[in-house]
Each structure stands twice: as C-alpha cells, then as structure tokens.
C-alpha cells in the first residue's frame, strides 16, 4: 500500500493477518523508547486511543503503525512515532514534576495549549525568575 | 444605509482601517457621515476559542477560509489571512518590534529598491502612539532609535536569551510585543501557551478586545457582509464604492473613500476599478522564514515568559544589505521542539531567521472572472533573500558559540511567514509607486489605500506595527 512512511512497503500477508489491534503497537511503541520512565499503565492506553481517535478506522494509518513496529522503526527513523511519543509526554505531568525520572507519568488529557494544565514544558509558568 | 452620501467610506476593520479611523476620529468629534464596509462577520474571541478546543459553536461557519476568498495560483505558497471583524488581528502573533531607520532607506544605503517617501524619524510620534493603543510589552533598550519605557514591562528572558544578551547588548533584545506581559486594559497576561493565532487567554491585542472604540462612535456606521469590489471613478475621481451583499449587488455615494483590506483585496479593487497605474498589485510578496533548532549541551532553556520570547539583530544591519538580505531573529518559546533523548528534553532552543524579500515583478494579484475574488501568482523568492539564507548558515555558529552547542538542524523555509506585503507600494511619484507618503493613490486623490500593501520594501521586520503607525501618521497629516 502506496504512501506508508516515504515509500512503498510490502508486508507479509501472514504479519497482517495476525496482528494485534493497533494501539497495542502504539503503546509498545511509547513503553520501548521511555522504558527509563514508569508510564501509568491504564493512562498509556487512554493517551493512545485518544490519540487515534479520529484515525482509528483509517486501513492505512493502521497498517502504517503494524509496519512501524514490525519493521523496528524507532523515533530516529519515523516523525510519526517522534510526534506520538513528544504528544504523549505534553500530554502528561511529566513535565510539571519537573521530569522526575522516580516519578509515575500519569496522563492528564490530550495535549491542546487550550486545554492542558500547562502547555509549555519551557515557560516561565514551571521555571519562574528568581526575583 | 442611513444615508446616501457619506464623508468617509471605509472598506474593511482590521488593523489600517481601525487605526486609521481612530485618528481620523479625533479630528472630527462630530457631524460626520462614516460608513464601514466589512466583508465578513463578527466571529467573537470567547467562539473561536470554542472552535479551538473541540466544541461546537455557532458561528464557526461565519467567515469563509482564506483559500475559498483567492484563487491562488501557486500553491506551494501560502497567504493565511482572516475576514471578519478585525480581520487579521484574529489570527496574528502579536509581534511588534519597529523598523530600524534603514529600513526606509535601501537605496540610499546599499543601492536596493527605492526608499520609502517617509522615514523612521517621521514615523517615530505615530509608533509611540501605537504602541500606547496596543499597551505593548518591551525592554528599555532597542536597537532601533527609542526614548523611555514601553507601556508594559519586558518579557522574561529564557536561559539562552540571558547568555546572549549578555553577549550583544541591545542587538538582541527581549522582542516588544503586543502579547502582554501583565494583565492590561482587560486583557489577560501571556501564559507562553505559544498558539496566539487565538489566544488561549486573551493577552493578545486583537482589534475586538482593543478598547480602542472605533466602532462604537456615533459617527459610524458599521455594515457586515459587504464586500467591496471596485470604486466608479469620474476622471480622478472616486464617486461611488460598489459592493455585494447577500449576493446582491449595491452603490453608494462617498466623498473619501479609504481602502482598509488587506493587500490582496486592496489590488483587487483598484484592478477592478480601472487602475492603470503599472505598478498595481506588482510586486507582492512577504519576508522568508526558516526554522533552526539549537540542541543544546546540558542546558535546559527554561524560564521564557512569551511565544517570541527574543529578537536577534545581530543579522540584521550593515553593509552587507548591498549583496544579500537582512535577517531578523525570531527566538521561539515552544513546547513543539522538546527532545526525546533522556535528560536532554529541554536542552533546545529555537530560532526563527527571518530574511526581508525584493518585491519582484514576477510576483503579483491580478483580477480573475469573479470580481470578488482575486488571482495571485507567485512565482518564488528572490536571489536576494537565498543569498541572506546562505550566508546565515555560514554565520550563525559563531554568532551562537557563547552556547552549549550540540548541533544546529535547519528546517525547510516555511510556506508563509503569515504576512501579505506590497502590491500598492508608497513612493514619490506615479512612475515608481501606486500611492504617496500618506498613502493615498497618486492618481484618485480621494482614495487612502492602507496597510502593508503600501511598503515600498519588505522589510525582516514584523509589519503590523509600522502599518497600524503609518494609519495614524497618514490620517493626521490628511485631515
């Protein structure tokens, strides 16, 4: 199927036939690139079906996220994944605690700067001057 | 209509027509007849926040998209803009740095394009003026020439900011900007949720929450849904402003007529009209941004209080304007560029570099079958302003070698840098420009043909604040 990634990618009849619902390759997708953070178990899997939402009936973004896990793609080689794993962290306290590794990561809601506690990990909101 | 006949018909209510207006008013108290004429709707702050966070809201459907209003030939090239009320004060950025005094000056200077017929020192009482209506939030010390504190306080600076700061003094400078930094005049303070097209908290200026109360004298007469199309013009005339509304084509009768869209609709109606002037809707275009992220070596940079927390000019002025194009630096505070990379997260920061364009022939509107919707062809940039992309890549690790640099990555040049700049460009005579100082055409004496259409060039720097100044400065010296 045309249009995964930046090429065409062909898939093993086999893998497609036997694969698991697709948000279980987002979640392991997250757990394997943050497996230095503990990531809240039920809230991992609510960020990710929010995340898919709109797209979750999409034949294509389904397979696209198959082929990502399958194929080993990581965020160094997907901007896909890199955007899914850089939501999921805005979309938790993370970085209200101040990245605190020993900390659980618990997720808040989708990420919106209309919506999320705070939306910028940068700002002064978590960092204020000293005087 | 209430009447007729009106002294002053004005197309449009965003940023030119609204300052313009607000100046005009205070020469004329009373006893005027002035018709405003808006193409779109009233779409209200508290609605479109709902449209941003999911909900529904009645008036989401109120104002067509920008790409439905043009038929844009070149679509690699993007020009956002908004129609409604307040046009693009509902979806710009708030920033607000001035020119620099060279800037209005290129061909006196480095032999580029022409100079503009009005300069920064004449421009300097109306940029206060401006920037007092907008309560804009900036540092003591700029790099361009200005007395005394900025109604509202500095920004915060960020980690990076503080080092370069320290580094380059006032050519790099926390960026005035019209997002306030304290609650003001009904408006709240930035929160640096950094998506100002609508702000999440209304620190914003827009024109709805300016408190400027154009609108409301008595004087005026608001009508939506209006859009003007073409004056009829007796000689050097302007007698009538034609325009649709609910699908139906109407005239009025006007003594000055002031064109307050924005540059596309501008050309359009002058085109329509029968403006023969060769330079109308030419050389139309905006200023070149690209994107570069700065990762950083152990070094979280925390603590900025605004979206365009900085501006850099250490690229912006010199000699060097006679080969290749003057750059400013934008430095964004952002949540989008955090790093995946364990315990380097916040190491980034990351810099807007914005390069002043040529207003190329090659790049222009033109009027297409439908008399409300014009053509706008843009071939590309100028050789100018790639020049200025090349040499900052050849510059900028030194200009940043005070910071823990990792590694710079430049993005691709984004598809519009949400400016629309040029196409009734201001000059002396009707051999170079299509307008004068004040701005009103050379050749119907009765029309004002206002905003950013009128630069002469397309400076680095953000418009919005120089053409709200150049409203003031052209209504109080006409009337």
Same mark, same amino acid.
């Given at each position: 199927?045309?249009?995964?990634?930046?090429?065409?990618?062909?898939?093993?009849?086999?893998?497609?036939?036997?694969?698991?619902?697709?948000?279980?390759?987002?979640?392991?997708?997250?757990?394997?690139?943050?497996?230095?953070?503990?990531?809240?178990?039920?809230?991992?899997?609510?960020?990710?079906?929010? $995340?898919?939402?709109?797209?979750?009936?999409?034949?294509?973004?389904?397979?696209?996220?198959?082929?990502?896990?399958?194929?080993?793609?990581?965020?160094?080689?997907?901007?896909?994944?890199?955007?899914?794993?850089?939501?999921?962290?805005?979309?938790?306290?993370?970085?209200?605690?101040?990245?605190?590794?020993?900390?659980?990561?618990?997720?808040?809601?989708?990420?919106?700067?209309?919506?999320?506690?705070?939306?910028?990990?940068?700002?002064?909101?978590? $960092?204020?001057?000293?005087? | 209509?209430?009447?007729?006949?009106?002294?002053?018909?004005?197309?449009?209510?965003?940023?030119?027509?609204?300052?313009?207006?607000?100046?005009?008013?205070?020469?004329?108290?009373?006893?005027?007849?002035?018709?405003?004429?808006?193409?779109?709707?009233?779409?209200?702050?508290?609605?479109?926040?709902?449209?941003?966070?999911?909900?529904?809201?009645?008036?989401?459907?109120?104002?067509?998209?920008?790409?439905?209003?043009?038929?844009?030939?070149?679509?690699?090239?993007?020009?956002?803009?908004?129609?409604?009320?307040?046009?693009?004060?509902?979806?710009?950025?708030?920033?607000?740095?001035?020119?620099?005094?060279?800037?209005?000056?290129?061909?006196?200077?480095?032999?580029?394009?022409?100079?503009?017929?009005?300069?920064?020192?004449?421009?300097?009482?109306?940029?206060?003026?401006?920037?007092?209506?907008?309560?804009?939030?900036?540092?003591?010390?700029?790099?361009?020439?200005?007395?005394?504190?900025?109604?509202?306080?500095?920004?915060?600076?960020?980690?990076?900011?503080?080092?370069?700061?320290?580094?380059?003094?006032?050519?790099?400078?926390?960026?005035?900007?019209?997002?306030?930094?304290?609650?003001?005049?009904?408006?709240?303070?930035?929160?640096?949720?950094?998506?100002?097209?609508?702000?999440?908290?209304?620190?914003?200026?827009?024109?709805?929450?300016?408190?400027?109360?154009?609108?409301?004298?008595?004087?005026?007469?608001?009508?939506?849904?209006?859009?003007?199309?073409?004056?009829?013009?007796?000689?050097?005339?302007?007698?009538?402003?034609?325009?649709?509304?609910?699908?139906?084509?109407?005239?009025?009768?006007?003594?000055?007529?002031?064109?307050?869209?924005?540059?596309?609709?501008?050309?359009?109606?002058?085109?329509?009209?029968?403006?023969?002037?060769?330079?109308?809707?030419?050389?139309?275009?905006?200023?070149?941004?690209?994107?570069?992220?700065?990762?950083?070596?152990?070094?979280?940079?925390?603590?900025?209080?605004?979206?365009?927390?900085?501006?850099?000019?250490?690229?912006?002025?010199?000699?060097?304007?006679?080969?290749?194009?003057?750059?400013?630096?934008?430095?964004?505070?952002?949540?989008?560029?955090?790093?995946?990379?364990?315990?380097?997260?916040?190491?980034?920061?990351?810099?807007?570099?914005?390069?002043?364009?040529?207003?190329?022939?090659?790049?222009?509107?033109?009027?297409?079958?439908?008399?409300?919707?014009?053509?706008?062809?843009?071939? +590309?940039?100028?050789?100018?302003?790639?020049?200025?992309?090349?040499?900052?890549?050849?510059?900028?690790?030194?200009?940043?070698?005070?910071?823990?640099?990792?590694?710079?990555?430049?993005?691709?040049?984004?598809?519009?840098? +949400?400016?629309?700049?040029?196409?009734?460009?201001?000059?002396?005579?009707?051999?170079?420009?299509?307008?004068?100082?004040?701005?009103?055409?050379?050749?119907?004496?009765?029309?004002?043909?206002?905003?950013? +259409?009128?630069?002469?060039?397309?400076?680095?720097?953000?418009?919005?604040?120089?053409?709200?100044?150049?409203?003031?400065?052209?209504?109080?010296?006409?009337?």
């Amino acid at each position: 199927m045309a249009g995964i990634g930046t090429g065409l990618l062909i898939l093993p009849p086999a893998l497609y036939l036997a694969s698991p619902s697709v948000w279980k390759y987002a979640v392991k997708l997250i757990r394997e690139e943050l497996n230095y953070l503990k990531l809240e178990p039920a809230g991992l899997d609510e960020f990710v079906r929010d $995340y898919f939402k709109t797209s979750s009936n999409n034949a294509i973004i389904n397979l696209r996220w198959k082929t990502f896990y399958y194929l080993g793609f990581n965020k160094d080689k997907s901007n896909q994944i890199f955007e899914l794993i850089k939501f999921y962290l805005l979309s938790t306290d993370f970085f209200i605690h101040k990245m605190d590794e020993s900390k659980m990561v618990s997720y808040l809601g989708l990420y919106s700067p209309y919506k999320s506690s705070v939306p910028n990990p940068f700002s002064f909101v978590l $960092y204020p001057p000293a005087d | 209509m209430k009447y007729d006949y009106y002294d002053l018909i004005v197309a449009g209510t965003g940023f030119s027509s609204t300052f313009f207006l607000k100046k005009y008013l205070e020469k004329n108290k009373s006893g005027k007849r002035i018709l405003v004429l808006e193409c779109g709707q009233l779409f209200k702050h508290a609605e479109r926040l709902k449209v941003k966070r999911g909900e529904h809201s009645d008036f989401s459907g109120a104002n067509d998209s920008w790409e439905n209003k043009i038929i844009n030939k070149n679509k690699e090239k993007l020009w956002p803009f908004t129609t409604g009320f307040g046009g693009s004060s509902n979806c710009w950025w708030g920033c607000t740095p001035r020119f620099m005094p060279s800037d209005f000056k290129t061909k006196t200077l480095f032999g580029i394009e022409n100079d503009w017929p009005v300069t920064y020192e004449q421009l300097d009482p109306y940029y206060y003026e401006a920037e007092e209506l907008m309560s804009i939030s900036g540092p003591e010390e700029t790099p361009f020439p200005r007395k005394g504190k900025y109604p509202l306080p500095p920004h915060h600076f960020s980690a990076v900011d503080k080092i370069l700061h320290q580094k380059y003094g006032n050519q790099y400078i926390s960026q005035p900007t019209a997002r306030a930094s304290r609650a003001v005049n009904g408006r709240n303070a930035c929160m640096a949720r950094s998506a100002c097209d609508t702000c999440a908290v209304n620190a914003k200026f827009t024109i709805e929450n300016s408190n400027i109360n154009v609108y409301e004298n008595e004087q005026i007469e608001l009508v939506y849904g209006a859009q003007v199309y073409s004056l009829e013009t007796v000689g050097n005339v302007a007698k009538k402003v034609n325009y649709v509304k609910d699908g139906k084509d109407f005239q009025i009768s006007g003594e000055v007529i002031v064109l307050g869209t924005n540059p596309i609709f501008n050309s359009n109606i002058l085109l329509n009209s029968g403006d023969k002037n060769p330079l109308t809707g030419k050389g139309f275009g905006e200023q070149l941004g690209m994107q570069v992220l700065i990762y950083l070596d152990q070094m979280n940079n925390t603590g900025g209080s605004t979206w365009v927390n900085a501006n850099g000019y250490m690229l912006y002025d010199g000699d060097h304007r006679k080969d290749f194009a003057s750059c400013l630096i934008e430095v964004n505070n952002a949540p989008y560029n955090i790093r995946l990379e364990r315990g380097k997260w916040l190491n980034m920061a990351s810099f807007r570099m914005i390069f002043e364009d040529l207003p190329l022939a090659e790049n222009y509107i033109t009027t297409s079958a439908n008399k409300l919707i014009p053509e706008i062809h843009y071939k +590309g940039r100028s050789d100018y302003a790639i020049k200025g992309v090349e040499n900052m890549k050849k510059v900028l690790p030194g200009i940043l070698s005070c910071l823990p640099v990792e590694k710079l990555k430049y993005l691709d040049p984004f598809p519009n840098e +949400g400016h629309i700049l040029g196409g009734t460009r201001m000059g002396l005579t009707a051999a170079d420009s299509v307008v004068d100082k004040n701005m009103v055409h050379h050749q119907y004496r009765n029309v004002f043909v206002l905003g950013s +259409g009128a630069f002469t060039t397309f400076t680095a720097s953000n418009p919005t604040l120089t053409l709200a100044a150049l409203s003031l400065f052209s209504a109080d010296h006409s009337f």
